[in-house]
Structure formats: C-alpha cells, structure tokens
C-alpha cells in the first residue's frame, strides 16, 4: 500500500475519530490504522532490501537458477553499500546470473554451499584467494538451515563419517600464491547406538531471500514445482524474511491446505521484476534413432548407463546423481516402475521432456529440465535429505572419479584445481541400507586407471559403494575382500581390464559379456 494511501487513509479515520465519542469506535479505528501500518507488502526491492548492513549473513533461496530471488539480487547489486556478505546459497549462479551477479560486483565476502561447480568466476576468485567458500553437504546444508529456523542449535549426523568433513582441512580460503589460508575445522563427534556421527551446528541468517510462486499479504507462500526446494527452510530461519513472489493474493484467496509456508516467517514481500526465468540446462529427449549421430564419448556413457538402468527393480525408490547418473531415467524398462527421487525435491522422475514441455521449474538435481510421472510430488530440500538419511531410498547412482578396491569413493574436488562442491553425493553414500552403484569411465582421458588401490582425492565416502559399472566392466566391492569382475562389456576381455585395473581383482566363475 503506498504512502498517500496511508496518509490519506489516517487522515479520514482522524475525522472519525473527533466525531465518535464512543470508545468502541475509537479503539476500532486504532486497530484498523495499526494493521494497515503493519503491512508487508514494499512497493520495490530496491526497498525492501535498502536496510542490509554491510557484513550480514544472508540466505539465498533456489537451487542452481531454478526458484532463485533475482529481483532481490538484482537490487542488492545496485546499492553497493551493502557489501562483505557471507552468502549462504546451495550454488552461486552463473557468469553474471544470479548470485554471480554479486560475484562480479564483488559484494560477497565468503560463500556457504554445496554444490557450484558451473560458475568459472566463483572459481577464479576461490583459488585466487579473493573469496571464502564453505563448502558443506547438500542434505547438511539444508538441515543445518531448517535447524536454525527451528530453534535448534546443533544436531548429528552420519554424514561426512571418515571424509574431510570429519577431520577438517577443506580449503576455505587460497593465498595468491596457491597455498591455503584457512582451512574447514574438524568435526566433534559422539556415539549412538554403537555408531559415530558427527556434531554440525545450524545456521541462520540476518536476512533471508526467497522466491514464491504466490504470495498472499499476510505472508503466506505457495511454491511451483522443484522450486521449492531450499526456498521453504530459508524461509523460516531469517531474522527478517524478505519474500518476491511473482503473484501476490488477497488474504483468502490462497487455501489454508495449499499453503507451504506460513505468514508467521515473513516480514516483507514484493512483486518479482519482470524478467526471464533462465534454465541452466536446457534437455530434451533424443530417440533411439538420433543415438548413432552422437558423439563416441556420448555413446560410451548411453553405454555404460543402459547397463546402469538394468538395476533398477520393480517398485524401487531410487535417486540418480548429476551428469551420466541422470541418463538413466531414460533407459528404465517400460514393464516396472520405478520412483526416481531427486535432491532438489522431486519423487516420480519422467524422461527428459520434449521441446514443448520444457518448464524452468522443474528441474532434476542436474539443473536439467525434466518430467514427472503421474503420482510424482514436489516438497523442500529438507524433506528431501530427511528421506535419503531416513533410509528411504533403496539405490543410488552416482558419478565416480575415483574408486578403490575397499569401495571407497571420490568425485567431488581435485584441490586446486577443480572447485564443484560435494553437493549430495555424501549424504547419499552415508546413509545405512542404500545400495550405492558407481557409473564412471573405466579411465582417465590420459589413460591412466580410475580404479585404485586407494583413492588419491579426497573422500567422499568411506567403503560406501557396492558396484562399479564402467565402460569396460562390472565389478561388485564384496566387503573385507575387494573387487569381484561380475561381467565384461562387449569386445572387452579379463586380460584388457587387468590392464586398465591398479589394483588386483577376483574374476566370478560365470563372467561374461553381457552388454
């Protein structure tokens, strides 16, 4: 509501009030002027974000550009005053999109995330040294989130069990010269019913930043499709919570039942600018007569995932990490169903969509445009993560760097070199009765083998992988004893793996080439 509404509003009630003796009508004309005075709606961003200080915590919603507040960003990057932030955000953006909007205006001092493997100038600045980067588990991040929102101050986890999460020593912060700064500190620890998890402190925010699909004027939220995401805990764990929404509703309108988040966290709301929802990765599905035109490094992925789909079962809940992992939602065999699950908040997984069914807001954790099945949900980042932790996801496959003979395995960093983050892959492998399946080239592009004796990088989890399925073999990691060659790819012999292979290996009586 404007000024003039309020001044004009006030002034006529003024009048009222000197006509009326009665005091139910004075009290009556107080509470109406107090609840218009109180409003949450801004007439601009520009406003709504004026008061930031320099040096603030802010919580960004989104997940990759999908659901992100960019209005809000947009005006944060027009009043340079508001400068040293620590920004907590799963990604950072893009080039010049999104949270990398305030990179290049270099408004961010440290960033708290998971996973922002495809901004080149959030990269150049952390291993230069002109940036801080936490990097924290996708499904710790989103609790430690939901926890602050709550009132909680700490909780424990499996997560991180035996990584550089555990012991500390991830790079924060790089001098000009390469070498570390700061480095992540380790983890306290306690035991459980006979197990260790380790201790992570919540977070919250002097401001959160989020974006909905429809807002009422008490606060009220509704999100569309996956972006929700980590919209829904951030939320909740701002001192203020400074809402775009690109509808906003008189009360009423939106259903008590329909509503995610209620007006209780929110504090101000504006009408999202009119811009283009961007898609970071635009993906359409190719049909089996288009496959020959690919690449042969393509082909050699559609190959080993085809192999990868075989896993799936009937009635399966299972979660499919980002890039070749991803695949596979395509090669699922028509007569089972399976529930594919994805970090970002989506249950039922379709095939990538067409052209004409492309939506911005639904995306997989990839950042790539897909589908849902019918019977498929939408709910937040915590929710999510509260599932994978929960054991409710019977199969993950993910994508591999390395893997050793014990099945540990790595694929999230080379130190200072490749900066992605671990994103969800920790949780993933951390949690107790999920079978974990690894898709990966057999080696490197030098040639050089992926299979080890030990990982050489840094851990993502610590004997967590039960198969390995590679363009040349599958191997099964059989616990206490090391890998088993269950079967070879077509064209490719016990005596070639060897070769590709560092570390010795055990051959099953019934090998053979089976795809």
């Not at 901004?119 to 499904?139: D, H, M, T, W």
């Not at 409710?392 to 070199?417: F, H, Y």
């Not at 079967?487 to 053979?512: H, M, N, P």
Request: glycine share 12%; hydrophobic share 40%; net charge neutral.
């Amino acid at each position: 509501m404007s000024s003039t509404i309020l001044k004009n509003f006030s002034a006529s009630h003024r009048l009222l009030l000197a006509a009326t003796a009665g005091r139910s009508a004075r009290n009556h004309v107080f509470a109406v002027i107090a609840r218009r005075d109180l409003s949450k709606l801004y007439p601009s961003a520009e406003k709504a974000v004026a008061d930031i200080p320099a040096g603030s915590t802010v919580l960004f919603g989104g997940f990759g550009l999908c659901g992100i507040p960019e209005t809000l960003i947009g005006a944060i990057a027009e009043n340079q005053r508001i400068s040293e932030l620590t920004a907590v955000s799963n990604n950072a953006g893009v080039d010049g999109v999104g949270l990398g909007k305030l990179l290049n205006t270099r408004q961010v001092k440290r960033m708290v995330s998971s996973y922002v493997g495809e901004n080149k100038e959030f990269a150049r600045q952390y291993l230069s040294g002109e940036l801080e980067v936490e990097l924290v588990p996708q499904g710790t991040l989103a609790e430690k989130i939901r926890a602050g929102g709550a009132g909680i101050p700490a909780f424990y986890t499996l997560t991180g069990i035996g990584t550089l999460v555990e012991t500390g020593g991830i790079p924060i912060k790089y001098q000009k010269d390469g070498n570390v700064e700061i480095f992540s500190a380790p983890r306290g620890a306690g035991v459980f019913n006979g197990k260790r998890y380790l201790m992570e402190q919540s977070i919250s925010g002097d401001f959160a930043l989020v974006k909905a699909w429809k807002a009422d004027e008490l606060g009220n939220l509704v999100f569309r499709a996956s972006a929700n995401n980590f919209n829904a805990p951030m939320a909740t764990a701002g001192k203020v919570t400074i809402v775009e929404a690109e509808e906003i509703v008189p009360v009423g309108e939106l259903q008590p039942d329909q509503i995610h988040i209620p007006g209780i966290h929110v504090h101000r709301i504006v009408k999202s600018g009119g811009y283009e929802k961007k898609i970071e990765k635009l993906t359409v599905r190719h049909d089996q007569a288009s496959e020959a035109g690919l690449p042969a490094a393509m082909q050699k992925r559609i190959r080993i995932i085809k192999r990868a789909a075989r896993e799936f079962k009937d009635g399966m809940y299972a979660n499919l990490g980002i890039g070749m992992p991803m695949l596979a939602s395509n090669y699922i065999d028509p007569g089972i169903t399976v529930h594919l699950q994805s970090e970002n908040g989506v249950l039922g997984l379709g095939p990538f969509p067409t052209k004409d069914k492309v939506d911005p807001d639904l995306i997989n954790a990839g950042k790539e445009t897909v589908t849902v099945q019918q019977g498929g949900s939408f709910f937040s980042s915590d929710a999510s993560f509260g599932m994978i932790r929960g054991s409710r996801v019977d199969m993950s496959i993910l994508g591999g760097m390395e893997v050793s003979q014990t099945g540990d395995l790595a694929n999230w960093i080379v130190p200072g070199k490749m900066v992605k983050g671990m994103g969800g892959a920790v949780d993933l492998v951390s949690a107790p009765g999920t079978r974990v399946v690894v898709t990966m080239d057999h080696c490197s592009k030098d040639g050089s083998p992926k299979i080890l004796k030990r990982c050489t990088l840094p851990l993502t989890g610590v004997g967590c992988v039960n198969r390995i399925i590679t363009d040349k073999c599958v191997f099964d990691v059989i616990p206490n004893k090391g890998l088993l060659l269950r079967e070879l790819a077509s064209g490719c012999s016990v005596d070639e793996v060897r070769a590709a292979t560092e570390c010795e290996f055990d051959v099953a009586s019934d090998a053979a080439e089976t795809y």
